[in-house]
C-alpha cells in the first residue's frame, strides 16, 4: 500500500482508539496514541494529535488532558450513553420475550461498542438471564417494522397468525386464512410486543401478538377505525387487560386487604380511589376486561381479595372456582 494512504484515516483512527481504550478511569498517554495510530499504519507527531484531539470536540467526542507526573494524559470525558443506562438497555434487551437469544446477544454487543473495552467487561457480566424463554420468531424486528410503515401510510395489512400445538410446532389459525387488520399502535406487556388494531369485519378493536405474526404485507385499503381510537387511551387499554386478552369491558368493584394496596396502585395506577370499607379492607372500582386471566388474577391474591360486584362477574367467578374444584376432585364435602 502506497505510503500515506491510510492518513486520510487519521482523525477516525483517533477517535476509535480514544473511544475504545479510555473512559473515567483508563487514561492514554500521547506516546500511547503515537504508538496506537502506527499499528493501522498512520504516523503522525504531538502537535498534529494536539489539533486533531480538538477536532474531536466537532464529532461530539470531548476529550480531556490532565497532568500526572510530569507529563498529560487523556481520556474522553462524556459519552452519549452512562453505563448504568446501557446496563438498563441491556437488562431490558435480555428480559424481552419478543426479542430472540440470537437478536438479544446483536444487540448487547452493540450496546458494547458505545463504551470502552473496560466497561464493556461490565456490561457482559449483566448478560446472566439467557436462560430466559425467548420468541423463537426471527421475523418480529421486520414486523415491527412493517407495521410502523403500515401506521405511517394509513394502510391496513395482511397477516397470518399461528399458534403452537402439542408437538411444538407452528400452526395457523384460521386454516392459515389471512387478517386483514388496521393497525392503530404497538403496546408492550408483559415483556410481549402487542398490535392494537381495528377488525372492520367484527366492528371492534382486537390486539395480536406481534411474534406470532407471519408474512405480513401492507394492504392496499386504507385504515378504518379512526372514531374507535379517537377516544381510546392505549395505557388504559393495557391497563384494564390481564396478560393482553380481551373480554367484555366491565367495571368492577373489589373488595381488598389493606396489606394489598400496592398491588392495586402496581395494576391500576394511582389515581384509583380507594374507599375504606373498615380498619382492614378498603373498595375500589376499576374498569376490566373480563377474562379467564382477569378471574386467575383475582385467585393469584387469595383471601385478601374478593369481587362485590356486577352479580354476573360474582357469578361467573363462582363457577370458575366450582369447575376447578370438580377438576381436582373436591365436592365441597367436607
Do not use: C
Not at 402496581?266 to 376486561?289: C, H, I, S
Amino acid at each position: 500500500m502506497p505510503k500515506g494512504t491510510n492518513q486520510k484515516f487519521k482523525l477516525y483512527r483517533l477517535a476509535q482508539i480514544m473511544l475504545e481504550l479510555t473512559d473515567e478511569e483508563h487514561f492514554i498517554t500521547m506516546p500511547e496514541i503515537i504508538s496506537e495510530l502506527e499499528k493501522y499504519g498512520i504516523t503522525a507527531d504531538r502537535r498534529t494529535i494536539y489539533t486533531d484531539l480538538k477536532d474531536l470536540e466537532q464529532l461530539g467526542i470531548e476529550v480531556e488532558g490532565e497532568p500526572d507526573r510530569g507529563r498529560y494524559h487523556y481520556h474522553v470525558a462524556e459519552r452519549q450513553f452512562e453505563l448504568p443506562e446501557l446496563k438498563l438497555l441491556v437488562d431490558s434487551i435480555q428480559a424481552s420475550k419478543f426479542i430472540t437469544e440470537r437478536k438479544s446477544n446483536a444487540l448487547i454487543k452493540k450496546l458494547e461498542k458505545m463504551v470502552s473495552r473496560y466497561d464493556a467487561v461490565k456490561l457482559q457480566r449483566q448478560v446472566y438471564v439467557s436462560g430466559r424463554i425467548k420468541t423463537m420468531n426471527e421475523s418480529i424486528y421486520y414486523n415491527v417494522d412493517a407495521i410502523h410503515n403500515a401506521i405511517s401510510n394509513d394502510r391496513k395489512i395482511k397477516f397470518q397468525y399461528f399458534q403452537w400445538n402439542v408437538k411444538k410446532e407452528m400452526e395457523l389459525r384460521h386454516g392459515g386464512t389471512y387478517y386483514h387488520i388496521s393497525p392503530w399502535g404497538l403496546s408492550w406487556d408483559n415483556q410481549n410486543y402487542y398490535l392494537i388494531g381495528y377488525d372492520s369485519a367484527a366492528e371492534k378493536i382486537k390486539h395480536y401478538r406481534v411474534d406470532k405474526m407471519l408474512h405480513i404485507r401492507m394492504s392496499d385499503e386504507k385504515r378504518e377505525g379512526r372514531k374507535h381510537f379517537r377516544k381510546l387511551d392505549m395505557a388504559e387499554y393495557s391497563r384494564k387487560s390481564f396478560g393482553m386478552f380481551g373480554g367484555r369491558e366491565r367495571q368492577v368493584k373489589l373488595r381488598v386487604e389493606n396489606s394489598l394496596a400496592g398491588v392495586i396502585i402496581d395494576r391500576f395506577g394511582k389515581d384509583v380511589m380507594m374507599v375504606p370499607a373498615d380498619e382492614n379492607y378498603f373498595t375500589v372500582w376499576v374498569d376490566v376486561l373480563v377474562s379467564p386471566q382477569f378471574f386467575g388474577w383475582v385467585f393469584s391474591l387469595g383471601e385478601g381479595i374478593e369481587i362485590v360486584s356486577p352479580d354476573e362477574v360474582v357469578e361467573e367467578m363462582k363457577q370458575k372456582l366450582k369447575g376447578m374444584m370438580r377438576k381436582y376432585g373436591y365436592s365441597g364435602e367436607a
